[in-house]
């Protein structure tokens, strides 16, 4: 089983209320997870012996102002860009968060690089991540 397959049947036994929906394009993998679990997912993937996911290549924002994502999904869209160094494998979590109240919790137990990225989608966006450091 290769390494998308791999991430797919973990994403989808350990954590199947939390996916929302699976995307692919440009043959780039990519799943819409419930807000409340990113920390969850993150940690899990994180520590996943045979995916290990170790490496958090970018935290990035997209606000939907004005577009039909936002009525659909929410106006800003936080994207966790992981990397596996051991499967030279990278692939997207989404976070779809509501303009009113656009926060999650901070990744940084798990990587220490995402010290900075929060803080840069804070600054930028106005996006808060519960339990950052600073």
Not at 21 to 37: C, G, L, T, W, Y
Not at 38 to 57: E, N, S, V
Not at 126 to 133: A, K
């Amino acid at each position: 089983m290769d390494i998308r397959q791999r991430v797919r049947e973990f994403l989808s036994t350990q954590f199947g209320d939390a996916i929302l929906r699976e995307e692919n394009f440009r043959d780039q993998q990519s799943f819409a997870v419930k807000a409340e679990s990113i920390l969850d997912l993150c940690h899990a993937l994180h520590d996943q012996d045979d995916l290990k996911f170790d490496l958090l290549a970018d935290i990035t924002v997209v606000d939907w102002l004005g577009d039909e994502n936002e009525t659909q999904y929410g106006r800003f869209e936080v994207v966790y860009n992981l990397f596996s160094l051991q499967h030279n494998y990278r692939f997207f979590l989404k976070v779809f968060l509501p303009a009113d109240k656009p926060e999650l919790s901070s990744v940084t137990a798990v990587w220490n690089g995402a010290n900075w990225m929060e803080r840069e989608a804070w600054d930028l966006f106005g996006v808060t991540f519960v339990g950052h450091p600073d």
